[in-house]
């Protein structure tokens, strides 16, 4: 026997996927996605969703390390600052 959802969670599930629907329709209407979906790579991403998938997952993975790359640089340049002024003042 299946067992029924409380009317409650049905009203949510509905009301939760009104407010997705409505996240994907502003993202669609975004003049700037228009503008890429319109130009040539988009097109082709289009026509080529795991080449996209791909190619979004490898920027996300990229992202930490140069992240952590660029905090280690802006945190060496701070500490090199901080040596220069301290053994200046000496």
Known sequence: MAKEEPP????DLQELQ???SLLI???????KVVAFMTS???????????????LLVFIAAS???????LLLVVLTSLA????VILLEDR
């Open 8 to 11: 409650s969670t049905t009203k």
């Open 18 to 20: 009104k407010k997705l």
């Open 25 to 31: 329709e502003s993202f669609q209407n975004n003049s």
């Open 40 to 54: 040539p790579v988009g097109q082709y991403l289009d026509r080529h969703p795991f080449l996209a998938l791909t």
């Open 63 to 69: 992202a930490v390390p140069v992240g952590f790359f």
């Open 80 to 83: 090199a600052l901080v040596g």
